[in-house]
């Protein structure tokens, strides 16, 4: 080893495991291969490799990681120009699949090249005359606008349509809308994609229901694979010589091509890729540029139906409807964790606004200090999960008023307005931690019908209760009361010094950070879905779940589970006409 292999810092893997490198560099000689350390900066060392094939001897380029020998190693070669496998741009070979395990960190970068190379290779050439490959490759698609994303703007993305139709022709009009992203960048959604000529049947891409959309502009699509240049402004050449052809044609022929708005314009090129395994479908690169800047590459992704796929249940919440009553530290977890799972639709019901003191544990931040909860919610989940329809309601259950005209303000009857909320759901959600809340809403849910599911964290976050209530089990909610009261049902450990009023407030709260009370949270959550989905969340309706997260001594313990079943209370008369 030469003396600058000394340079460098401790952590340097070839520092810290002196024998490795000679390893690395006597396997290469092994297989036939010279190899020579080219770069050895930061933590990374590559090398030059000279690679015999039976074709011709290839030079590669073989990087290892800083935490090397855990991290697999990158390896690229000029001397290739695989359709499939490798980077278009850098020449970087994909030798291993990108789940994890691959790698063994007791392989050497040798070993894995003369296993994964040929069969590279031989894949892309089975691919090359029409077949595939999938007994020696991953069956995974290999799409080249991935390839592309390191072009991208950071902060942009286009959104289009997975089964998206492009018509025949070299180029053609595009509606898009575009918003501008309050963190910077822009979002375009590409809605129609038109021949230059002649009808067209598909309708418009609508991902979800959105009010506030703009206004959709005109601009243009080009059939073309892209060439794998990172000069954005010969790509868009390249575009527009084809745009240019073709409307030079059309207007031979006396058709008057689609005009995009003045002043800026979203150019969309159009290719075939795989988008699954063996199956090719339309890939899109957006190239939109303006007077004000440079020209951006905005990277495309499909929207298609499973969009929700990550999480199966969603395929049964799309029609589905929960009323969510305290969207408070439990309540708005529990409300944003139903819309991030796919639900259809979402009520939330809370009076109070959202204080700086409560970003410990609540949900949203400082943007939302100082507005109506509901609204924050509503505003948030309409920005990112456009997918469920959050409504809120500035409403307290159980609040009174003092005087005449207050109450005519209301304009009608407030239970009347609560039973429609009510029958309007699939279940009901109580996260308000108030007793006389829990008490009416019980009673009033099983009088319509409905299933009632309540939650709430015991003080200092000590501990935490789920109970679910519906029409065909005998037991109400003073049915858990008296079950405590006489200790035939356990309560979850409570510390009674968790309370404070904060400065400037008018009513004490208990402690307790996020990291605690969202054990009630998901369990609340788990406990709607087994209702609304249980065929795909089946789950022991028991009717009554404990946590204990601290111990009785004030000790701190991994949250404990306990399922009970609540029966109705023999004192209680909540079975009596």
């Not at 009808?199 to 502009?217: L, N, Q, R, T, Y």
Request: aromatic fraction near 8%.
């Amino acid at each position: 080893m030469d003396g600058s292999m000394q340079r460098g810092s401790a952590l340097d893997w070839w520092h810290r495991y002196p024998a490795l490198l000679e390893t690395e560099l006597d396997a290469f000689k092994a297989y036939g291969a010279t190899a020579s350390v080219s770069c050895r900066e930061n933590g990374f060392l590559v090398l030059e490799v000279r690679w015999p094939t039976q074709a011709a001897t290839l030079a590669l380029r073989v990087g290892y990681c800083p935490t090397h020998p855990y991290g697999r190693p990158s390896v690229a070669t000029s001397d290739l120009a695989l359709s499939r496998h490798q980077c278009p741009f850098s020449g970087t070979l994909c030798l291993l699949t990108q789940e994890s395990g691959q790698w063994r960190p007791g392989e050497t970068a040798a070993a894995l090249i003369a296993s994964q190379l040929p069969r590279a290779i031989e894949a892309a050439e089975a691919h090359d005359a029409g077949g595939d490959a999938p007994a020696i490759e991953e069956n995974a698609p290999d799409p080249l606008t991935t390839y592309f994303d390191h072009l991208c703007d950071r902060g942009s993305i286009a959104l289009y349509d997975a089964d998206l139709r492009i018509p025949q022709g070299a180029s053609g009009p595009v509606t898009y809308t575009v918003r501008q992203r309050p963190t910077g960048g822009f979002e375009f959604i590409l809605r129609t994609v038109r021949p230059s000529k002649g009808p067209w049947f598909a309708s418009d891409f609508k991902p979800w229901e959105d009010a506030g959309a703009p206004a959709p502009v005109i601009g243009r699509w080009v059939r073309m694979k892209p060439e794998a240049t990172s000069d954005l402004a010969r790509l868009a050449a390249q575009a527009d010589a084809i745009i240019a052809r073709d409307e030079a044609g059309a207007l031979a022929m006396g058709r008057r091509p689609a005009k995009a708005r003045a002043g800026s314009e979203l150019t969309v090129i159009l290719f075939d890729e795989e988008v699954e395994y063996s199956r090719l479908g339309p890939g899109c690169l957006f190239l939109f540029r303006s007077a004000q800047r440079p020209p951006l590459l905005v990277r495309g992704r499909r929207i298609a139906s499973d969009l929700l796929a990550r999480a199966p249940v969603s395929a049964g919440l799309r029609d589905k409807r929960v009323l969510l009553v305290g969207l408070g530290a439990i309540g708005g977890f529990v409300g944003m964790e139903l819309v991030r799972a796919g639900l259809g639709r979402l009520d939330v019901v809370d009076a109070d606004t959202v204080e700086p003191g409560n970003s410990v544990r609540w949900i949203l931040g400082r943007e939302y200090w100082g507005r109506p909860k509901v609204d924050a919610l509503v505003d948030h989940a309409g920005r990112h999960y456009p997918l469920t329809q959050v409504t809120g309601y500035p409403f307290r259950v159980g609040g009174a008023v003092n005087s005449a005209e207050r109450a005519i303000e209301w304009g009608g009857h407030p239970l009347e307005w609560l039973r429609a909320r009510v029958l309007e759901a699939d279940v009901v959600l109580d996260a308000t931690a108030s007793v006389e809340c829990q008490l009416f809403l019980e009673r009033f849910c099983r009088e319509q019908g409905k299933p009632y599911i309540l939650g709430h964290a015991t003080e200092g976050a000590a501990g935490g209760v789920v109970a679910q209530f519906a029409p065909d089990r005998p037991a109400c909610r003073v049915c858990l009361e008296n079950h405590w009261h006489d200790g035939t049902l356990p309560q979850p450990t409570v510390d009674r010094a968790g309370v404070l009023t904060p400065v400037g407030c008018n009513q004490p709260t208990f402690t307790g950070g996020a990291f605690d009370l969202q054990e009630v949270s998901m369990e609340i959550v788990r406990a709607a879905l087994g209702v609304l989905v249980p065929d795909l969340y089946p789950r022991a309706q028991r009717g009554l779940a404990v946590a204990d997260l601290a111990e009785a001594e004030g000790g701190r313990v991994t949250p404990r589970w306990t399922m009970h079943d609540l029966a109705r209370h023999p004192h209680c008369g909540c079975g009596d006409q």
